[in-house]
């Protein structure tokens, strides 16, 4: 005969017998199983793989840690020679990803740069969409000086006609190119408002990664009219 049943001791069911263990029996198994869920959400997740560099068909490696997305960035570039149009695949942040602007320092002279992003492994080589058209169209806005050159004091220009949905005179300094042996950059000339806006970025063209420093943005003016005009939504 079992001892509880000699002892007089009714029979427990199985969550009684747990309930009567000693309270200091207890908590280490509460902990444990209130940790458990923690320690599997805790878990690193794997990390997310990239096309990088400027070959769509090779394959994604890894990025690291500090990037959620993957990115893929179109530039078309005349500021100087040489001229080029260009497709650059990397690793970014959701925050920093999926714009567009435009500059022109001159008849002829631009950058059109767009990115896009997405978050599935490999998933860059996959997004197709165009910069902003290459366009000559004038706006009837005008900026006093358009330049790009190494230093403040070399960039020198004449007014510069804003084209498209350009609004916007800019003074942007920085550098680029690897930080052992990364170079300045001054531009300067019309944009798109939100080149200054998104000044204190840092981004990609041509897989040159480019630096903010400064960035000294106001509404162009009406070449008819000569009267700043009032910044507007693009």
Known sequence: ??????????????????????????VPLLVLCLLS??????????????????????????CSSDFDTCVT???????????????FYTCGRNFSCAHAFTITIGDGK????TSACCTTDGCNANLKWGVPPAS???????????????????????KVSCTDAENTCINLTGTYGPKEDSKSFVVKGCGTRNVGELYSLNGFINGNCYKMRTAIWKPAKSSSTNHILEKSSL
Do not use: W
């Open 1 to 26: 005969m079992p001892c509880a049943h000699k002892s007089g001791l009714k029979k427990h069911s199985s969550s009684a017998l747990f309930l009567a263990l000693p309270y200091d029996s207890m």
């Open 37 to 62: 869920p923690l320690l599997v959400a805790s878990a690193d997740p794997p990390a997310l793989k990239c096309i990088q560099g400027y070959d769509a068909t090779q394959a994604p490696t890894e």
């Open 136 to 158: 000559s169209r004038k706006n009837g806005l005008i900026c006093p000086i358009g330049c790009i050159a190494a230093t403040e004091e070399t960039c020198i220009g004449g």
């Open 73 to 87: 960035i179109k530039d078309e570039y005349t500021l100087t020679d040489p001229k080029f149009n260009a497709t």
């Open 110 to 113: 631009h950058l059109r740069h």
